[in-house]
């Protein structure tokens, strides 16, 4: 198997095996600070962990270092290609993957969602489609996760509907574009419209690789390369569109959705195998699913249709995919795609945990409840959003559980009477209120009675999810005088 | 917001006993939409989760510049071989359940592990065994979200039935048995009680069974101790056995019970592999590897499930390369699912009724940790673990599913 094409170059290191000496000797090495970091042997170490990029040192980016900067570029390029589509500030960079597993290294470049549109929607339905695209978003632990771009399918097989399509499409939204049609002629029509907008072509195939190929280097854009599951097939389009003078491909290896799942489950599995740890260059471009296949069965409820997609784009999420084409809207479908994405894409290098300590919620006095829980992310900030939500004066105590959950804390003994004792001691909470009341989440319930004695105060047990807080405090809050 | 189909036609090809897609209409279209509270979370300005793009190397790539000599007329053939990656070590093999002939009275047994090799990552190495599903009972009427409870609102308060009705009705490899009710902050039912529950549970169905506890170490071991020996020989997985038994010095009694009379344990640990490998050399010192089974913790999508699924790569992986103490089958309470808000909660209406979304949360929880490794499964919700059965099934071996040709979608009218 070919795996390098750039005999000049060294062997491709992953990115684990990249020392910051590796990185540290391609540098000016003058210490010039410009990157903010003391100097060029901490630069490259963040540099190989990814906490800083090469273009936070501007010396490089001179003619004087354009060596060393063409060799630090090939040193850390991800051996799965970036791919960039679209234009403004929705502009889309897909691919880049440095590792197979995330906890490699992290995943870049989060996978991104295309809805669809065709050319048959009358234009009034079909801007109802993009706005609705637009709009759809999930507030999740404070950030707002959306869909990232439309794909447009030519239905008619007419290149003027299609170019019409892609012109209202253009019109009414800034999104990223990707074409859809196997006919060239098609294509160019929708290119006519979308040229300024860098839109991503689908696709090249056996057939019109040569016609493909020339509209992608005209108009200087992505361009898709499809077969139906034949790996060989697939490989050698990409050598020869590479030969063309084309390198920002993406691939898609064909998603068959039930029948052919076995096949296309392991085909984005070997490919992104041989690229990540074979280095092979020819697989080494971002991969696209389409969980919008399991439409084309057509005979089923509406449903159970859904449910297929929502099936079949979760397990590509999982195994590589770097763009999705998909055609639900349904939030039941979208809402654990989104989540999942983003999960997927965090740092698994990066803690779990929020600093411990006390947060005040509100305008907290001397009689207002004190509310304690441990500090895993995702407990503190879905108790934090349920007192916000809510608008409560409160004080909350966050524990050092390292980590963990209350429920998971509570079995592993990180959050118990003891630790309890501790928090109150070191955060000094008989300062911040007049009563001795402490509410304790209702998944450590059986904490309460040795806190109670280990403490001093009165433990209140809470609700088992915070959502129920309003509601508890309007019931529990101000105690009534005999717990005071 | 999803319009429920009315008309509903078979699927055309009706031979395919493993077409579950009416089954699963049924069951989605037995639930009613009747959420429109006008639910939102509004969260403030967070900076503290930092989703890696943040400082991800951009789209930089060396000018890889293709050479521009002369455009090919023709194809430029390759060719392609699979990767084919072999490692030194491979998942013991653990069978659940005891037929007559081994001192038990099942009727069949389960086995799970064996695994060579990453799951389904080479298409050369399906599956030893397909991952098995167990489906829950408890022993006392809980809270559950309404569109679990509407499926088993008539066994709630009968265990027995419960199980055969998860063995008959939804296909349940294995029955799990959580006897919730022993917890000594509940009702702290008696080790003598919980044992001929599990009894019944043990004449009312013949499939292996699972027996969970309350999660006190002190109390899970004696109800462990009890149950053991009752149902000597019918090779029980106890679920579970943590760090916190060896503490409370209970640990050794539990192991003990479980190697004398015939039964497997189920190692629980919360995310930690030095933990998990800890607790697997404890055991060791009573029991057999292969009457263990590793419980890494399941958590809900939305809530930490992708250090579930990390957790699980890295211990497969790991075993694969050569570390035997963690090369035990795993299981999965995908059940858990069901803690995420997104599960249960009434939301706006541009996010679906939870009668769908509480039902596909809990299916992709266990799908994904499926594509990590998991060979076992408890689940509840029916249309879950259909589908579930489904994709074991698509996924287990080449051609499993005759394929059918592909569609053209990129021409194709969708309504």
């Given at each position: 198997m070919t795996v390098m094409t750039t005999s000049s170059m060294p062997r491709k290191k992953g990115i684990r095996e990249i020392s910051p000496i590796d990185v540290y000797k391609l540098l000016?090495?003058?210490?010039?600070?410009e990157c903010h970091e003391s100097n060029c042997m901490a630069f490259a170490t963040k540099l190989v962990n990814g906490e800083?990029?090469?273009?936070?040192?501007?010396?490089?980016?001179?003619?004087?270092?354009q060596d060393a900067r063409d060799a630090l570029l090939h040193l850390l390029a991800p051996p799965v290609r970036a791919v960039t589509f679209g234009s403004g500030a929705q502009q889309c960079t897909i691919g880049g993957k440095h590792?197979?597993?995330?906890?490699e290294f992290t995943y870049h470049n989060p996978t991104a969602i295309a809805i669809d549109v065709d050319d048959l929607m009358p234009e009034e339905e079909l801007r109802a489609r993009i706005n609705r695209i637009g709009q759809f978003t999930y507030n999740y632990i404070g950030r707002n996760l959306s869909l990232n771009a439309v794909a447009i399918r030519?239905?008619?097989?007419d290149p003027s509907a299609f170019g019409r399509a892609a012109k209202a499409v253009a019109g009414s939204t800034g999104l990223p574009i990707i074409l859809c049609s196997t006919d060239p002629v098609v294509i160019r029509a929708g290119l006519a419209e979308t040229?300024?907008?860098r839109p991503l072509l689908y696709a090249a195939t056996e057939k019109n690789w040569k016609e493909m190929a020339d509209l992608a280097l005209a108009f200087h854009v992505p361009l898709v390369v499809r077969t139906n599951g034949d790996l060989s097939l697939l490989r050698t389009l990409i050598r020869t569109l590479n030969s063309c003078g084309l390198a920002d491909l993406v691939l898609d290896?064909?998603?068959?959705?039930?029948?052919g799942l076995f096949e296309t489950i392991h085909a984005f599995t070997a490919i992104r195998t041989a690229a990540c740890r074979d280095f092979d260059e020819l697989f080494g471009h971002p991969l696209l699913g389409v969980?919008?296949?399991?439409?084309?069965?057509?005979?089923?409820?509406m449903d159970v249709l859904k449910w297929r997609e929502a099936v079949t784009a979760s397990m590509l999420l999982s195994r590589y995919a770097d763009i999705l084409i998909m055609h639900s809207l349904d939030g039941w479908v979208l809402l654990p795609q989104l989540i999942w994405r983003f999960n997927l894409y965090t740092?698994?290098?990066?803690?779990?945990s929020v600093e411990s300590g006390i947060r005040i919620f509100?305008?907290?006095?001397?009689n207002s409840p004190v509310l304690i829980t441990t500090n895993y992310a995702l407990t503190f900030f879905t108790v934090e959003s349920d007192i916000k939500a809510a608008n409560l004066d409160c004080f909350l105590l966050v524990v050092d559980?390292?980590?963990?959950?209350v429920e998971s804390a509570v079995a592993g003994r990180y959050f118990s009477a003891d630790s309890i004792v501790t928090a109150l001691k070191d955060m000094q909470?008989?300062?911040?209120?007049?009563h001795r009341i402490l509410i304790i989440p209702g998944l450590a319930a059986r904490l309460s009675g040795e806190t109670e004695e280990a403490t001093g105060w009165k433990i209140l047990v809470g609700p088992?999810?915070?959502?129920?807080l309003p509601q508890y405090l309007k019931e529990h809050?101000?105690?009534r005088s005999d717990t005071a | 917001m999803a319009k429920k189909s009315k008309e509903r036609q078979d699927p055309a090809?009706?031979?395919?006993?493993?077409?579950l897609a009416p089954r699963i209409l049924e069951l989605l279209e037995g639930?009613?939409?009747?959420?429109?509270?006008?639910f939102s979370m509004e969260i403030g300005d967070?900076?503290?989760?930092?989703?890696?793009?943040?400082y991800s190397l951009p789209g930089?790539?060396?000018?890889?510049?293709?050479?521009?000599q002369q455009k090919p007329m023709e194809l430029v053939r390759e060719s392609y071989h699979p990767h084919t990656a072999s490692y030194v070590g491979h998942i013991r093999e653990v069978t659940l359940g005891a037929t007559k002939a081994d001192?038990?009275?099942?009727a069949r047994t389960v086995t799970i592990g064996g695994s060579t090799?990453?799951?389904?990552?080479?298409?050369?190495?399906?599956?030893v065994h397909p991952p098995a599903l167990s489906l829950d009972v408890f022993d006392m009427p809980i809270t559950l979200p309404r569109v679990l409870r509407e499926h088993v609102a008539d066994v709630l308060d009968d265990p027995a039935e419960w199980a055969r009705m998860n063995v008959k009705?939804?296909?349940?490899d294995i029955i799990t048995i959580h006897?919730?009710?022993?917890d000594p902050l509940i009702k702290d039912t008696s080790p003598r009680q919980a044992a001929r529950t599990v009894e019944e549970i043990l004449q009312a169905v013949d499939v292996p069974v699972i027996v969970g506890g309350c999660g006190d170490p002190k109390k899970d071991a004696s109800v462990f101790t009890e149950v053991a020996a009752m149902a000597a020989g019918e090779r029980l997985l106890l679920n579970s056995v943590t760090l916190d038994m060896a503490e409370a010095k209970t640990l050794g009694t539990v192991a003990a019970a479980a190697r004398d009379n015939g039964h497997l344990l189920l190692a629980f640990t919360g995310l930690e592999l030095n933990n998990a490998k800890e607790l697997n050399r404890r055991l060791y010192e009573y029991i057999p590897p292969e009457q263990i089974v590793m419980d890494l913790t399941t958590v809900a999508l939305g809530y930490g499930l992708e250090y579930s699924f990390t957790i699980h790569e890295r211990a497969r992986y790991a075993a694969l390369m050569g570390d035997t103490e963690l090369a035990h089958p795993v299981i999965s309470a995908?059940?858990?699912?069901?803690?995420?808000?997104?599960?249960w909660m009434a939301m706006?209406?541009?996010?679906?009724?939870r009668e769908l979304r509480g039902p596909v949360w809990e299916t992709l929880n266990a799908i994904t940790l499926l594509l990590a490794g998991v060979d076992l499964f408890m689940m509840m919700h029916p249309a879950a673990v259909l589908t579930l059965k489904d994709i074991i099934h698509r996924l287990g071996s080449r051609g499993a599913v005759a394929a059918s040709p592909a569609h053209d979608w990129v021409g194709a009218r969708i309504s």
């Open positions: 000016p090495k003058t210490n010039c600070q800083l990029v090469l273009t936070d040192c501007p010396p490089l980016f001179t003619g004087e270092y590792v197979l597993q995330r906890h030519s239905i008619s097989g040229r300024d907008r290896p064909g998603t068959l959705a039930e029948d969980p919008l296949a399991v439409w084309t069965g057509g005979e089923i409820s740092d698994p290098r990066k803690p779990v509100g305008k907290p006095d001397k559980s390292g980590g963990l959950s909470a008989e300062t911040l209120v007049n088992k999810d915070s959502s129920g809050w101000p105690p | 090809d009706g031979a395919d006993v493993l077409s639930v009613q939409q009747l959420e429109l509270e006008n967070l900076d503290l989760f930092i989703p890696s793009q943040q930089l790539s060396p000018t890889r510049t293709p050479t521009l001192g038990g009275s099942r090799a990453p799951a389904y990552a080479d298409i050369l190495i399906p599956p009705k939804f296909g349940a006897l919730m009710s022993t995908a059940t858990n699912a069901w803690a995420a808000r997104e599960a706006s209406p541009e996010y679906g009724s």
